[in-house]
């Protein structure tokens, strides 16, 4: 699992990378994963102390999975977001 720090980072650079793309859907994709990213900083940082709100993203990223998707970047982006939920629970909670 990336850091609170590390995934700071990287919106960061994408938004960077975003002012020298010329190609309109190219910058359309790095901006969803800029937005992407910073939802899963953000999350990552609120939730790293209270395991209901962990428990809570859980039950809502499988409950997103089981409802299927089309996107696949979407799809990757909750099955992250989910692996790191479940990391920082057990982090918390002490339990594997």
């Known amino acids: 699992?990336?850091?609170v720090v590390e995934l700071?980072?990287?919106?960061?650079?994408l938004r960077e990378t975003i002012e020298n793309?010329?190609?309109?859907?190219?910058?359309q994709e790095l901006a969803?994963?800029?937005l992407?990213?910073?939802i899963r900083a953000e999350e990552i940082a609120r939730s790293h102390e209270a395991p209901e709100i962990l428990r809570m993203n859980i039950s809502r990223?499988?409950?997103?999975?089981?409802a299927g998707t089309d996107?696949?970047?979407r799809k990757r982006i909750v099955q992250e977001m989910l692996r790191d939920a479940e990391e920082?629970?057990?982090q918390v909670t002490g339990k594997p």
């Not at 700071?8 to 650079?13: A, C, L, T």
């Not at 990223?61 to 089981?66: I, P």
């Open 32 to 34: 969803a994963r800029t």
């Open 61 to 66: 990223y499988r409950s997103m999975l089981a």
């Open 36 to 38: 992407d990213l910073s």
């Open 8 to 13: 700071r980072v990287e919106p960061r650079r």
């Open 1 to 3: 699992m990336r850091s």
């Open 88 to 90: 920082m629970l057990a």
């Open 21 to 27: 793309v010329a190609d309109p859907a190219l910058k």
């Open 71 to 73: 996107d696949d970047q």
